[in-house]
């Protein structure tokens, strides 16, 4: 058990393990934004579940992306609209449609959990989470490969093996 933490902070302390880790933690703050927002919305009965999870997404979203882009990443010029910031809100959209459909789903079946409110607010959120728990591996190896970090390491040294 300590061999793997000590094999797991040394991997940290690696280029990739560095952006793994913090697009974890980027996850994560942008997760508990949404989740509150989405809890705010549906469990004070403000929005339906379908609207509360469009609404919950869009506002995670925003710092999902600047986390990402400037510390996960690392990416420190200019944005590029249509190859950054437009392919990272369609998977946004992505996201928002899984977990809207879920919620929406989850919702039309909360009698399953019974007459319970906070029984069923958990239902209905567990659904929303869960959508993004699905996509979020999916997520990483994208915005690593596409979008944040297709520029970097192109300068890396050339080794001569012909000696």
Same mark, same amino acid.
């Given at each position: 058990?300590?061999?793997?933490?000590?094999?797991?902070?040394?991997?940290?302390?690696?280029?990739?393990?560095?952006?793994?880790?913090?697009?974890?933690?980027?996850?994560?703050?942008?997760?508990?934004?949404?989740?509150?927002?989405?809890?705010?919305?549906?469990?004070?009965? &403000?929005?339906?579940?379908?609207?509360?999870?469009?609404? =919950?997404?869009?506002?995670?979203? #925003?710092?999902? +992306? %600047?986390?990402? @882009?400037?510390?996960?990443?690392?990416?420190?010029?200019?944005?590029?609209?249509?190859?950054?910031?437009?392919?990272?809100?369609?998977?946004?959209?992505?996201?928002?449609?899984?977990?809207?459909?879920?919620?929406?789903?989850?919702?039309?079946?909360?009698?399953?959990?019974?007459?319970?409110?906070?029984?069923? &607010?958990?239902?209905?959120?567990?659904?929303?989470?869960? =959508?993004?728990?699905?996509?979020? #591996?999916?997520? +990483? %190896?994208?915005? @690593?490969?596409?979008?944040?970090?297709?520029?970097?390491?192109?300068?890396?040294?050339?080794?001569?093996?012909?000696?």
């Amino acid at each position: 058990m300590i061999r793997r933490i000590v094999t797991l902070l040394a991997w940290i302390k690696t280029e990739e393990g560095k952006k793994a880790f913090r697009y974890s933690l980027t996850s994560v703050i942008s997760a508990v934004i949404s989740q509150l927002a989405f809890l705010a919305l549906y469990g004070l009965s &403000i929005l339906g579940a379908k609207y509360s999870s469009i609404s =919950a997404t869009l506002i995670g979203a #925003v710092p999902s +992306y %600047f986390l990402n @882009r400037y510390w996960a990443f690392e990416k420190k010029e200019r944005n590029h609209f249509f190859s950054e910031v437009v392919p990272y809100f369609i998977m946004a959209v992505l996201g928002l449609v899984a977990s809207t459909w879920s919620s929406d789903f989850a919702d039309s079946h909360r009698s399953i959990v019974g007459n319970s409110r906070l029984a069923q &607010i958990i239902w209905v959120d567990g659904a929303y989470f869960g =959508a993004f728990a699905v996509l979020w #591996v999916a997520k +990483y %190896f994208f915005l @690593r490969k596409f979008l944040f970090g297709r520029d970097q390491k192109k300068s890396q040294p050339v080794v001569d093996t012909s000696n």
